[in-house]
């Protein structure tokens, strides 16, 4: 009697620790599902090579740059496989929580209406990674077919890695690296995270093929009148031209940029006028272009619309006539109430959904929103915020109705 117990127990235990193992693979399997999923979404056809091994020609401490090895990157093949046509990159650099909304509502902007497919390069500080994979990868299929991202860790020049993250704004200085850690990417587009897209992103990318054979980068300028140009008036440094240039939007050929040797010009002229620069990166930037202004393409204000272009009359021309292509809420007035015009246009972005009308939503809400804003300055002239857009939003429209259409006449034919 006892030694049937005895089995029974032991046979019992056997089957318990069997069904144990048996749930512990399971588990384990699909936490490895899981993690696949999470890495076959951070997709880029570039590779980002270790930083602190640059080219051998340059010298050993212009090389080293600080990390911690910890940036999220994946190399995805499909990029190229699968994708036909030019590919357009994207690359923007978000610090502090409050950016991360920010930013997925400039790489909204930039998707709904892009025509090419688009590689995002999103540089963050490694606590907000997560909540970026998470945002992108959740958008509908539709939309994740147009686009791959990689996500990477703040990096900067080994030993001044706090004076770097301080200048001017948080991480702000470090598109000014962007050549020396994405080697493979040929070109990409740089912007603020404060930035929103009125018209497709391939129009801003087309800008690359009007530059000559010495120029690497694109900007547009700071001011558009002498009278009120900051730099004309208070800068203690060397600038591009008369009116300096703004770097919120910034066309980068990055193997141009590799050749002329643009870190060590970066640390050169940061070393000599770090106690007279204002606008910290931007300020750099303006130092090398009045050095070397032939390397420089300037397209217009309409490309980079700020409050400064209507706050107090209206001074970007180009915008008058064709409407704002690129508008760029600096000074944080896409949060406030001190130019209600801009966040008109951010408020509607962020609240419009994947899949709804461009033209009988998004644009609806952009009109309703700019309605309340014509006691400002700004407002007079509401109709410039969605000129560009409006053409867009239709053209849009049409061609969602006719594969609606199309769709149609193939279900009748079936």
């Not at 979404?41 to 080293?64: F, G, M, Q, Y």
């Not at 643009?262 to 002229?269: D, P």
């Amino acid at each position: 009697m006892r030694r049937k117990m005895i089995f029974r127990l032991g046979l019992t235990l056997v089957i318990f620790v069997g069904v144990l193992l048996y749930y512990m693979i399971k588990m384990e399997k699909h936490d490895d599902r899981v993690k696949d999923d999470i890495h076959s979404n951070v997709r880029v056809a570039d590779t980002l090579e270790e930083p602190s091994v640059i080219e051998d020609k340059r010298e050993s401490h212009l090389a080293a740059m600080d990390t911690d090895d910890k940036s999220q990157q994946a190399n995805n093949n499909q990029v190229t496989s699968e994708w036909s046509g030019e590919i357009m990159h994207l690359s923007v650099v978000a610090c502090g929580a409050p950016r991360v909304e920010e930013t997925m509502v400039l790489l909204k902007s930039a998707i709904l209406l892009s025509k090419r497919k688009l590689v995002f390069h999103v540089f963050a500080e490694d606590e907000l990674h997560q909540s970026f994979k998470d945002q992108l990868s959740f958008w509908p299929e539709e939309f994740q077919k147009k686009f791959r991202f990689n996500i990477y860790s703040i990096t900067f020049p080994a030993g001044h890695v706090s004076e770097w993250k301080r200048l001017f704004k948080p991480c702000a200085s470090q598109r000014l690296f962007i050549p020396v850690l994405l080697k493979d990417v040929d070109s990409i587009l740089y912007v603020d995270t404060d930035i929103l897209f009125l018209r497709p992103v391939d129009d801003v990318w087309d800008h690359f093929h009007k530059f000559n054979s010495s120029q690497f980068a694109a900007l547009a300028p700071e001011h558009e009148d002498e009278q009120t140009s900051w730099y004309k008036r208070f800068a203690r440094h060397p600038y591009y031209g008369h009116l300096g240039v703004n770097s919120g939007v910034m066309l980068m050929n990055l193997t141009r940029m590799r050749k002329f040797d643009w870190l060590t010009h970066v640390l050169k002229y940061y070393q000599e006028y770090k106690m007279k620069i204002t606008w910290g990166d931007q300020d750099v930037i303006n130092i090398i272009f009045h050095y070397f202004p032939e390397r420089l393409y300037v397209y217009g204000c309409d490309w980079n619309y700020r409050p400064d272009h209507c706050m107090y009359m209206s001074t970007c021309k180009l915008a008058e006539q064709a409407g704002i292509s690129v508008l760029h809420g600096n000074r944080g007035v896409l949060h406030n109430d001190k130019q209600p015009t801009f966040k008109a246009i951010y408020d509607a972005f962020s609240q419009h959904h994947f899949g709804d009308s461009l033209q009988h939503s998004l644009l609806v809400k952009m009109k309703q929103n700019l309605g309340r804003t014509q006691v400002t300055n700004c407002g007079q002239v509401a109709d410039i915020f969605i000129k560009q857009f409006e053409q867009q939003a239709i053209e849009w429209q049409k061609r969602r109705d006719e594969q609606w259409n199309l769709g149609q006449d193939t279900v009748k034919q079936v």
